[in-house]
């Protein structure tokens, strides 16, 4: 499968099933395009008979010289025969593989609270309730739930627990409780656990920061950019704007961690969708690990985006790709979550094909110590797989979404940027088709973009011509 675009002045071919990406000029460019209408993904003789380079020159001929193209489908043969163009789809047979796969649990979205002393607008988790009550996780149901991990981990060392709500630092002597916990039963059973944290910031202090430092290995900090933009949306549960108190914590923090090992984290929605700018200010205000991601709503909320918006948010993608290779180039460069790409080397084969792990190698756990494939699916009963005291007791949820991969998915069989977001979100196909083996377009259409405008990053900062 190919793919082909101009950005920013550059004409990109990407080969999806290698995942080869060719920078080219005008000529290879329509060649390329010019042999793939022909069909020689399908037919590789075409690209031996001597009818072939005939019909091209002719049809070509009027707009470039013919013994450039002559020239330049030859370098093009090269690459085929390199394994970098027209490629065939090898990874469909290892779907049975991945089907195989035993339940090995790797990670915990551990619901530590469900209560939150913010009262944002586009929240999925009803200010921390998740479609049921408030309640803080208990000490004991943490344990059982970090003894279910170890248990269910089989021989993997490294595993990782994320402390979520709500807002958990309204629990955190919890937290700290059971980070302790956790570095005990590493030395008793091999493992190593990466524990993380998703914070509003209103509780956070310098013993918290202290803490973090010491033990977490990643912090998300959830801000959504300019202070008009968030304290709209996030506001107190009385209306005041929430911005002012969590800014000077956000930066404190992410010095202290040197920049490192943390993101601020936004969410962009109709109010916003010139979101560029909230990225650029939470650049200028000196972050430098950032993610901004797009509202998740039904139509009839206000805020939700709509197919119609893409335009606008594809321009808005277009403008800070090209900014950030600006600013890189300067010396002021940034991470931007969503234009994060591997060209070299990436998720393994499973992960290419089937995505996060949700309902198999991830759940979530509810301070009540129930069981969910993820943290959106908290709730929602029918996806209600056990829990920490009894463990799975639904192993057909997992099988369920085990099956699901890039192949079950009719809308991602023949989508160029499948081996980059593994199919999306399983939540989202949830919530808008009823099945998880579906795809939120307005999602994928986003998704699409941002693979494209991450390549020509790349190819921009290879570029040593252009300043």
């Excluded at 950032?290 to 909320?301: F, L, N, R, T």
């Excluded at 009719?410 to 940027?417: D, P, R, V, Y």
């Amino acid at each position: 499968m190919i793919h082909q675009y101009k950005n920013n002045g550059y004409d990109i071919v990407l080969d999806v099933n290698s995942g080869s990406v060719h920078v080219v000029d005008d000529m290879c460019y329509d060649i390329i395009d010019y042999l793939n209408k022909l069909g020689v993904e399908d037919n590789m003789e075409l690209l031996e008979q001597n009818e072939t380079l005939e019909k091209m020159e002719t049809d070509l001929g009027e707009t470039y010289p013919v013994e450039e193209i002559a020239e330049a489908f030859e370098d093009i043969k090269e690459l085929v025969k390199a394994g970098q163009l027209f490629t065939k789809d090898v990874y469909e047979e290892y779907i049975g593989e991945v089907k195989k796969r035993k339940t090995v649990v790797k990670a915990l979205c551990i619901h530590i609270a469900h209560d939150c002393n913010l009262a944002c607008k586009y929240c999925f988790a009803e200010e921390g309730e998740y479609h049921g009550r408030r309640a803080l996780m208990s000490y004991e149901v943490g344990k059982k739930a970090l003894d279910f991990l170890i248990a269910n981990s089989g021989n993997r060392r490294n595993l990782e627990v994320d402390f979520f709500g709500g807002e958990p630092l309204m629990n955190w002597q919890v937290v700290k409780d059971l980070v302790a916990y956790g570095r005990e039963q590493e030395k008793i059973h091999n493992k190593n656990f990466r524990f993380t944290l998703t914070t509003n910031g209103v509780l956070l202090n310098d013993e918290v920061q202290e803490f973090v430092n010491k033990e977490m290995d990643n912090v998300v900090l959830s801000l959504d950019g300019r202070k008009e933009v968030n304290d709209k949306m996030r506001p107190f549960r009385n209306g005041k704007g929430s911005y002012d108190l969590i800014v000077p914590k956000f930066q404190k923090l992410a010095d202290s961690r040197n920049q490192q090992k943390y993101y601020i984290r936004g969410t962009f929605t109709r109010d916003n969708l010139d979101f560029s700018k909230d990225v650029l200010h939470f650049a200028d205000l000196g972050f430098e690990q950032i993610s901004i991601e797009p509202v998740v709503g039904e139509e009839s909320d206000f805020y939700s985006i709509r197919e119609k918006d893409l335009p606008q948010i594809f321009e808005e993608y277009d403008a800070l790709a090209k900014e950030m290779v600006k600013r890189e180039k300067e010396g002021k460069g940034f991470t931007f979550f969503h234009f994060m790409l591997d060209l070299d080397g990436g998720p393994c084969v499973a992960k290419r094909l089937s995505g996060c792990g949700s309902g198999t190698e991830y759940l979530a756990v509810t301070p009540w110590g129930d069981l969910y494939p993820c943290h959106q699916f908290v709730g929602e009963e029918d996806f209600l797989m056990g829990n920490v005291d009894e463990g799975i007791t639904k192993p057909e949820i997992a099988d369920e979404f085990r099956g699901c991969s890039v192949y079950s998915k009719e809308k991602c069989k023949n989508c160029f940027a499948k081996f980059y977001c593994s199919g999306g979100c399983m939540a989202n196909s949830y919530k808008f088709h009823g099945s998880i083996h579906n795809a939120y377009d307005v999602s994928c259409e986003m998704e699409r973009k941002r693979v494209e405008c991450a390549i020509m990053i790349k190819a921009a900062l290879a570029d040593k011509e252009r300043v």
